[in-house]
């Protein structure tokens, strides 16, 4: 709830305390501080706290809710510090409408991966699998993530895969899947680039745009997939994503999910080169670098687009008129961790950087985990023909970098209630 005055204005979250002998938690809606901070003047002083609060650079899992722990002391701090902000003038109406998120409830199964990748799958199943390869390293000749990725890709499995950091050439990615993840029926891979994003297909497209996304030379490609019918009713839209990186990056971060959002409100209304029906189902998912702040995370989750004046109306992602839901998947699938990036010699803690987001009224998860083989047994990994530092390596200076975590996420279409 936000209440505004003459002379300041007035966060009033909902607080859900815990405490334990070393620190409180602090855990609170952000939809009251968006709300405030939608309803500002773009340069007040308060918009900006409002901003700055909506995350956390050392935020382990973050998705439509901040948690912070800290001591009481900083506790009381934040807390007024919210509550004080600089002059506002008249009272300023919240502007309403806004799409709301729903929480995110599946009949999910836990599967751990280990299961998930031994078993096979069901004939209306299809496995994505989301993964930034750092810097091309899975393509470079002579790399050692090279051997490590061919091992991955071989254990994985997956139909689909929404690659981030290439710049090898579609050619030359389709000749190496070609070669080290053969399909079963002869037939070759497809794969469809945008900027530095590549999406790997067995399914042709029957549609593929990269758009340069504002402010940055980065692309997001949209990418409709001819999924057989006997699989899947209706194609398939990815939306492969790779926002701006780092601390200093919020700003393009939120117009990069401003524009996805109009980008699918176009689609939706049939205005693009393509139509994304109601029934169509639609998955963004990437590294979204989300460091420090979550409001790009809310903006495609829910529609809610921070600069109305350029971008346009809000507009909910999912073909019923709702929010898209966040898969956040865990460790191996069993685990609580949900952290997707982690470098023990960096400056900041382990963070969930990489998403899947799928419209659920018409897609369900049968299951979904973030595969870290630095924590599956020798057994497990000597089933899969996986070895343990194949999604990380020991840095020099010593301590673990896993700079980056595959997703995934096995998926099956469902007729809309």
């Known amino acids: 709830m936000v209440s505004m005055r003459s002379n300041r204005c007035v966060l009033s979250p909902s607080l859900f305390l ?10 609170f809606d952000t939809s009251a501080v968006r709300a405030l901070y939608k309803a500002l003047p773009r340069h007040d002083s308060c918009r900006d706290q409002a901003r700055r609060y909506t995350g956390c650079r050392r935020s382990l899992d973050w998705m439509n809710e901040m948690a912070i722990a800290m001591t009481t002391k900083r506790m009381v701090w934040l807390l007024l510090l919210l509550a004080g902000c600089a002059e506002l003038g008249d009272p300023t109406p919240l502007r309403t409408g806004a799409v709301q998120n729903r929480s995110t409830q599946f009949n999910e199964k836990k599967i751990p991966v280990f299961e998930q990748l031994s078993q096979s799958r069901d ?3 299809l496995r994505l699998v989301s993964y930034n390869v750092e810097k091309n390293s899975a393509f470079e000749p002579g790399d050692p993530q090279q051997q490590r990725f061919i091992r991955l890709v071989q254990a994985l499995k997956a139909d689909i895969y929404a690659l981030q950091e290439v710049s090898s050439s579609p050619k030359k990615v389709i000749k190496w899947f070609n070669a080290n993840a053969p399909l079963a029926s002869g037939g070759s891979w497809f794969a469809y680039e945008a ?12 549609h593929h745009r990269p758009t340069t996304s504002p ?22 839209y990815v939306i492969n994503t790779h926002l701006t990186c780092c601390g200093d990056g919020q700003l393009e971060r939120q117009r990069q999910a401003d524009s996805i959002v109009a980008w699918i409100r176009r689609l939706r209304a049939g205005l693009g080169p393509v139509t994304l029906a109601a029934t169509d189902p639609l998955v963004i998912l990437g590294d979204l670098n989300l460091v420090g702040q ?10 809610n687009i921070d600069d109305e004046t350029y971008w ?8 019923d008129g709702s929010a898209l839901a966040d898969l956040a998947p865990t460790h191996n699938g069993d685990g609580l961790a949900r952290w997707t990036w982690r470098n023990d010699s960096g400056s900041f803690a382990p963070g969930r950087l990489d998403y899947i987001l799928i419209s659920d009224s018409v ?13 599956l047994s020798d057994e497990q990994l000597t089933s899969l023909q996986l070895e343990r530092l ?6 020099v200076k010593g301590g673990l970098s896993l700079d980056h975590l595959p997703l995934i996420a096995d998926l099956r279409w469902v007729q809309p209630k």
């Not at 402010?215 to 398939?236: M, N, Q, Y």
């Open 123 to 125: 004939s209306d199943v």
């Open 363 to 375: 897609l369900r998860s049968v299951s979904s985990a973030v595969l870290n083989t630095t924590s």
């Open 215 to 236: 402010d940055s030379g980065r692309k997001v490609g949209l990418t409709s997939l001819d999924v057989p019918a006997s699989i899947w009713p209706r194609p398939l």
């Open 294 to 303: 979550t409001l790009p995370l809310e903006t495609l989750l829910t529609g």
């Open 18 to 27: 815990t405490s334990d002998e070393s620190c409180w938690s602090v855990k």
């Open 195 to 206: 900027g530095s994003t590549m999406t790997v297909s067995r399914f042709p497209k029957i």
């Open 312 to 319: 346009g109306q809000d507009a909910a992602p999912d073909g």
């Open 390 to 395: 194949d999604v990380g390596k020991m840095r």
